[in-house]
């Protein structure tokens, strides 16, 4: 990966103005890291003094690089111990920051780094730590298991690094964590730095307890107009629909775009959906041209949340103001996933792209974030606090703002917008402002009305006529 992390690393302070080492300047040159990102200077002068630190920072802002400068400057190559360990809480991002630990290391010689990961076979890794090493990046469990084994000894250990602590707590890993630490020399012996996304109670509580006289350092995240963000969330297969709703309840996008990878997971979705409540709808091949037009007549009005669709359904679609894309499903093709997210964030507007990946999903995550050149950023699961509103107070299910009012009779019956907006306004007396785009069509007219203008607008309509014509109309 050659990604450049966020936060303008042009503009920050060169690395050159940092108590490193010439060789240790010149690989990072190579590497094409020239000025710090935000994280990288807060941190750095710091950590490189030998201070514990609590960082918050995300995947992608450059954050491996200031632990793992400070964690190599401290290590003595030549001494055959397990100097520093890194803590992270999966295997996808353990082999990440390993990765990046030994392009930062080459500048000196024969570094070892290891990942130690559970999942993979015990007994290369059981080979490799009696080879020696001096860095080990891995997950809790596993590091746990060697150390019961005593396959890893981490007496020699200088630099503790606990890596996004927000997402190892929320994954259960707090006991083996303490067991760990249990077994590190103390804090007066070795320094600790814990990087955390979040900053929760029982991150604070983690700090506190493991880290001696920490120097907070917290950016206020900035965000580029026109920027797409991108959230990956981890999922069990059996939590993946019902995430769906945590995710619009929480973050009320007004419009959705919702991937499934099959016809069958679309059709799943939509009934987990509307059974909360949430107006979904599918877009599927099967569809009569008239049926597709009507939900994408909704959908375009805003009187639908969420389309679902596969990625054959949407081929062709155009809508513009998209909040958000849900990929429910990882595709396993990365340009098919650079295409689901330029559906959001068009034309200098905002645009958030929420992925939902299981375990077995991990590869296709990596060669996403190789073929974007950026890392994923990872968020809890547990963040989406779906039925409470930020004054506490209980929330309704997201609701479209529009209800869409079927006119039978449109073109054929020469109606134009401009008769059904009259009959609304002037007859009926309801204001312009309430009433929304009107679609129409050879047979039907489509228009949209605010929510609760809506039954207002069907009884006159249906009381009333429009081009001085009676007409049926319905709510879809
Ligand atoms: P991270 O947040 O540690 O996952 O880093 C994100 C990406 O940015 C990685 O691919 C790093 O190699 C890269 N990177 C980190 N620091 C810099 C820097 N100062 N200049 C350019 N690239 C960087």
């Avoid at 996808?92 to 076979?121: F, M, P, W, Y």
């Avoid at 996008?253 to 599918?282: H, W, Y």
Wanted: aromatic share 4%; glycine share 8%; net charge neutral.
């Amino acid at each position: 990966m050659t990604a450049s992390p966020a936060g303008a690393p042009s503009s920050g302070p060169a690395f050159s103005t940092l108590p490193l080492p010439p060789q240790v300047l010149a690989n990072l040159q190579r590497l094409g890291y020239e000025h710090m990102t935000p994280i990288q200077a807060a941190s750095l002068p710091l950590a490189l003094a030998g201070r514990d630190l609590i960082a918050q920072a995300k995947t992608g802002s450059g954050k491996t690089a200031a632990f793992a400068l400070p964690l190599l400057a401290r290590l003595d190559a030549r001494r055959f111990a397990v100097q520093a360990l890194v803590l992270c809480p999966t295997r996808e991002l353990a082999e990440q920051v390993s990765q990046e630990i030994r392009r930062l290391a080459r500048a000196e010689d024969n570094v070892k780094v290891l990942t130690l990961c559970g999942g993979a076979t015990m007994r290369p890794q059981l080979a490799s730590l009696a080879h020696g090493a001096h860095v080990v990046v891995g997950t809790p469990g596993r590091i746990l298991d060697h150390l019961g084994r005593e396959s890893l000894v981490l007496d020699g250990l200088q630099t503790l690094v606990l890596d996004e602590a927000d997402r190892m707590l929320d994954m259960g890993f707090a006991e083996d964590i303490a067991a760990i630490v249990q077994r590190c020399p103390p804090t007066s012996k070795r320094q600790t730095l814990l990087f955390s996304a979040t900053y929760p109670d029982d991150v604070a509580a983690l700090a506190a307890r493991y880290l001696r006289e920490p120097q907070e350092v917290k950016l206020t995240e900035r965000h580029a107009a026109s920027q797409i963000r991108q959230r990956f969330y981890e999922v069990a297969e059996s939590e993946r629909l019902h995430a769906v709703g945590l995710l619009l309840n929480h973050f009320r996008p007004e419009s959705t775009l919702a991937f499934c990878n099959t016809k069958q997971q679309c059709r799943d979705l939509v009934a987990v959906l509307q059974a909360q409540g949430i107006v979904a709808m599918e877009l599927h091949g099967d569809l009569e041209q008239r049926e597709r037009d009507q939900v994408l007549v909704q959908f375009a009005n805003r009187s639908c949340s969420v389309l679902v669709a596969t990625d054959v359904a949407a081929r062709g679609l155009d809508i513009t103001r998209l909040e958000a894309v849900i990929n429910v499903d990882i595709t396993p093709d990365p340009e098919v996933h650079t295409h689901r997210v330029g559906r959001t964030g068009r034309a200098g507007e905002s645009g958030q792209v929420f992925n939902l990946a299981s375990l077995d999903e991990m590869g296709r995550v990596g060669r996403i974030d190789e073929m974007q050149g950026s890392a994923s950023v990872w968020h809890p699961l547990a963040e989406l606090q779906a039925a409470i509103a930020p004054d506490g107070a209980a929330r309704e299910p997201l609701r479209p703002p529009m209800v869409t009012l079927q006119i039978l009779g449109g073109r054929k019956e020469k109606i134009r917008a401009g008769d059904v907006l009259g009959a609304l306004t002037k007859d009926i007396g309801l204001d312009a402002a309430a009433i929304g785009k009107i679609d129409v069509n050879d047979f039907s007219t489509y228009v949209a009305v605010q929510r609760d203008s809506a039954d207002k607008a069907l009884r006159g309509l249906n009381a009333g006529k429009v081009k001085g014509r009676s007409v049926k109309v319905r709510r879809l």
